[in-house]
Nanobody, 125 residues
Framework: QVQLGESGGGLVQAGGSLRLSCVKP??????MGWYRQAPGKQRELVAV???????EYADSVKGRFTISRDDTKNIVYLQMNSLKPEDTGVYYC?????????????????????WGQGTQVTVSS
């Protein structure tokens, strides 16, 4: 039975890799995104992907993270390579949300009341 929500986090050393998965009814949405919430900080959008598969990234993850989607399986992935301690946080997926502004993204936003539990990523130095 498929479990909804985010998964794939864990503890990894700096320079390592993780692949996050998000199972949601993404067929309902156009753009999907991955967010990161570091301890004591506001949730921030770090990557988005359009319904056509076009990705965009925050400068802090560009060149290291890759977002992808499989609409036949309702899954959004985030491949994270060359991880750094500053990547530590809880990672969530949802469409771009008005409340979590990110200056690098200028596309459509909504407001989403349902957020999953997220998946914890911890990168040790």
């Amino acid at each position: 039975q498929v479990q909804l929500g985010e998964s794939g986090g864990g503890l990894v050393q700096a320079g390592g890799s993780l692949r996050l998965s998000c199972v949601k009814p993404i067929y309902r949405f156009g753009v999907m995104g991955w967010y990161r919430q570091a301890p004591g900080k506001q949730r921030e959008l770090v990557a988005v992907i359009s319904s056509g598969g076009t990705p965009e990234y925050a400068d802090s993850v560009k060149g290291r993270f890759t977002i992808s989607r499989d609409d036949t399986k309702n899954i959004v992935y985030l491949q994270m390579n060359s991880l750094k301690p500053e990547d530590t946080g809880v990672y969530y997926c949802n469409p771009p949300d008005l409340r979590y502004g990110s200056s690098w993204y200028n596309g459509p936003r909504g407001q989403y009341d349902y957020w999953g539990q997220g998946t914890q990523v911890t990168v040790s130095s």
